[in-house]
């Protein structure tokens, strides 16, 4: 038998029927569905990376090393995997399952040690969510290279859900609206919830690249303070503060939350920050944001959400994008939040908005490949493809979602303001 018929008899139980995809084998062999998305598997190593690391984790290496490629789109080929798991009920990979693969192994002569792991994947020390822990964690997200994230992102450097409300699939198609502009709607979206005007103070836990902070302090004239652990991202707002002579609007410090000592904020926003906080620690991080809020002020929170296994966002995401994550289902948030003493003022669910902001980004990616390689290195690059495509799939599929939480700590302070709906276009 060849490689690829070794393989596919291996695979089948694990898939309860015939190979989703087409596999082409090291050895030039080929089994599977002629049309359907081509997987081509050019070394053993890659077999002997799924023996180690079951399930996503080890096909998720093999991809990266370039052990396991796709020809053609790989959000089709995800997809299409994702339909077979859900169609055909397929459970997790068990004891079987691995033992079968290693019978193939061990006719392939693929056994042996664990090949070490890829550059990319994050290693940490430490209690999680040890302050350290933490610092680490964003640093190695974050502090990848202020070059690549402005080839990546929009030029504001919002790196977080955008909001479109034209020129998206199911609307006439609009040349003048893209990420861009998408990017600003969600940033006045934001600014408007906030009821933000002249003179108010705003607190932007997780500030990322400052493109909320600099928006409010440029277009609503407010006095800002944004809190980062990752340096990258504090240079890189200082250096905008300076070309836009910001000094005395914006300040942003490299600080944890759990070191804020300043209160008394007329509007506080966390944008896509919280699934950063873990289980245990998000009532302190809903508490830093009751505090930091004054009597009647608004609280922003935008933040991603999930059901089912894997709250940090399943093996690959954990292990090379987001260490430590932590996702719950949104009325579970909205319960700590209220436990920390906020009132819910509204709720704006987001998710058909991240699916075309992924996919976004993704193009950019693929647009500018080279110059990603140049920047990340081969393994680096691939590692940002697999995220974007498969991060996209998950909030088509809603296996994720986003949501936009607006609350005010009670108190007599400060009016109450309608809620702004912007009419967005929808799928």
């Not at 079951?54 to 370039?66: H, K, S």
């Not at 691995?98 to 890829?118: D, N």
Request: aromatic residues 6%.
């Amino acid at each position: 038998m060849t490689v690829a018929d070794l393989l596919e008899s291996a695979l089948r139980p694990l898939v309860r029927g015939p190979l989703p995809v087409r596999l082409d084998a090291w050895d030039g062999s080929s089994a599977g569905p002629a049309h359907a998305p081509r997987v081509i598997v050019s070394s053993p190593r890659a077999l002997r990376r799924i023996l180690w690391h079951p399930g996503e984790l080890g096909a998720a290496q093999a991809y990266v090393t370039g052990e396991i490629d796709i020809d053609g789109d790989l959000g089709d080929a995800l997809a299409e995997v994702w339909r077979t798991v859900r169609e055909r009920a397929v459970p997790p990979v068990r004891a079987r399952d691995v033992a079968r693969l290693a019978v193939t192994a061990a006719r392939l002569g693929a056994l042996g040690a664990p090949p070490p792991a890829p550059s990319t994947q994050v290693r940490l020390r430490g209690r999680p969510h040890a302050l350290s822990r933490d610092r680490a964690a964003i640093s190695h997200h974050y502090d990848t290279s202020n070059d690549f994230y402005r080839l990546l992102l929009d030029p504001a450097m919002a790196y977080s859900c955008a909001y479109f409300t034209r020129s998206v699939p199911g609307a006439p198609h609009d040349p003048d609206y893209g990420l861009a502009e998408a990017q600003r709607d969600k940033l006045d979206l934001v600014c408007q919830k906030l009821a933000l005007s002249p003179g108010m103070r705003l607190l932007d836990v997780g500030c990322g690249w400052g493109s909320l902070a600099l928006h409010a302090a440029e277009h609503y004239g407010v006095r800002v303070l944004g809190i980062t652990l990752a340096r990258a991202q504090r240079d890189h707002i200082e250096s905008r503060i300076a070309a836009r002579g910001l000094g005395d609007r914006v300040r942003v410090r490299l600080l944890d939350y759990r070191e804020l000592g300043e209160g008394g904020f007329d509007a506080v926003a966390s944008v896509e920050m919280g699934e950063h906080v873990g289980e245990r620690n998000y009532p302190r991080y809903a508490a830093t944001l009751f505090d930091a809020a004054a009597p009647g002020a608004p609280v922003l929170v935008q933040q991603m959400s999930r059901r089912g296994r894997h709250p940090g966002g399943g093996p690959f995401i954990e292990s090379f994008i987001a260490p430590d994550m932590t996702m719950r289902p949104v009325g579970e948030t909205i319960g700590l939040l209220e436990a920390a003493g906020l009132e819910i003022r509204d709720v704006q669910a987001l998710r058909e908005h991240y699916v075309w902001t992924a996919r976004a980004w993704l193009r950019r990616l693929e647009d500018r490949w080279d110059d990603a390689v140049a920047l990340l290195g081969v393994e680096g690059a691939r590692t940002w493809r697999l995220y974007l495509a498969g991060g996209a799939l998950a909030f088509e599929q809603g296996r994720m979602g986003v949501e936009q939480i607006l609350a005010r700590r009670p108190g007599t302070a400060g009016p109450l303001h309608a809620v702004p709906r912007q009419m967005a276009v929808t799928s």
